[in-house]
């Protein structure tokens, strides 16, 4: 069973103050669609009214300005999603990792591993790497030559930390991810193709998260860097000699281009694309899908998108699409017209 705590309990540990029964026991955090006796949700907006008056939630995180929405005991505090996240990691430990070296793992002997750390079954430690206290590295994964991760990170199983890359602390990588393979970088000579060796790193700062079966790749000369606090979704591309600014965050299937640089506490939205040597100020957000193909220079929220239409419809608002230019030049004519007719 898992454990319970109850509300005092949990604003004891985490801050905000209880309206209502303080003694009411909460084991799991739920939506407010699907939570049973036992259960808290967080409430944040008003538009969820109905949702909350049917809710079988035994308490709620809200605003103090939310409060007389339901008379069910309830923790206030000022940013309800926020304390939802720190309740939820709070409920949800993560499993302990067990201390020392699996049997089946192979580690180099110049490696260097501190004994509070945890190497798990066929993982694979090359020459020179140095790991801080307390890192988790699971199963399966490889950590190439020269490779440092500094102290608390960990990796999940089947992660690739190519040789010479820097992990800081506390990151937490998921499964599948490539840190530090080659970038694309080819020079063309008599129609044929020659590989750009890749002699730069991957620098990670402390504080990073990366989604499962992502890839960054290292430098072509200069180092490719994630600055502290990022987080990464799911199968993204970060090219060579990118830099991501410090709390950017960025969701799945996003592309990054070599040497792009994007600002600190940037938000990009799921399947957007960023060409390359462009440059993202700080504060952006761009939406879903958006292809970015210019420099943004200023702190807004940028969409690069058709309309979401029938597919009949689409076709007919590409066509008027491809005559803009024939229509502008029509209504300066008009315009024209127009004026020397009021001339007269």
């Known amino acids: 069973m898992s454990q319970q705590y109850s509300l005092n309990d949990i604003v004891s540990a985490l801050g905000g103050h209880v309206v209502g029964d303080g003694d009411v026991l909460i084991s799991r955090v739920s939506s407010i669609a699907n939570a049973l006796s036992g259960s808290i949700s967080f409430f944040n907006d008003t538009k969820y009214q109905k949702a909350l008056a049917a809710s079988r939630a035994s308490a709620f995180i809200m605003k103090d300005a939310h409060a007389g929405l339901t008379a069910q005991p309830k923790i206030i505090v000022d940013n309800p999603y926020a304390y939802f996240a720190k309740l939820s990691a709070f409920l949800n430990p993560l499993a302990t990792a067990p201390i020392g070296v699996h049997e089946t793992a192979v580690i180099h002997a110049s490696a260097q591993i501190p004994a509070s750390c945890s190497i798990g079954p066929q993982v694979v430690i090359g020459e020179n790497v140095t790991l801080g206290e307390h890192v988790v590295i699971t199963s399966g994964c490889v950590v190439e030559n020269d490779v440092k991760i500094a102290a608390g990170s960990r990796l999940e199983p089947n992660v690739v930390i190519k040789h010479h890359c820097e992990i800081g602390e506390n990151c937490h990588i998921f499964s599948g991810v490539v840190i530090g393979s080659d970038g694309f970088g080819y020079a063309e000579e008599a129609g044929k193709w020659l590989k750009i060796p890749q002699v730069g790193r991957v620098v990670i700062h402390a504080n990073v998260d990366i989604g499962a079966n992502t890839t960054v790749d290292r430098g072509a000369i200069d180092d490719t860097i994630i600055e502290e606090g990022v987080k990464l979704d799911n199968l993204i591309q970060i090219g060579h000699n ?8 960025i969701a799945g299937c996003v592309g990054v281009a070599g040497s792009a640089r994007i600002g600190k506490h940037c938000k990009i939205g799921g ?40 597919h009949k419809a689409w076709l007919n608002t590409a066509a008027k699409i491809r005559h803009l230019d024939d229509f502008a030049a029509k209504i300066k004519q008009l315009e024209n017209e127009i004026s020397l007719l009021k001339a007269k």
């Open 271 to 310: 399947a957007a694309m960023i060409l390359g040597h462009l440059e993202i100020a700080d504060h952006v957000t761009i939406s879903p899908g958006s292809m970015i193909t210019r420099s943004l220079t200023a702190a807004d929220t940028y969409t690069a998108l058709m309309p979401f239409q029938t």
């Open 242 to 249: 990118c830099v991501i600014g410090a709390h950017t965050v």
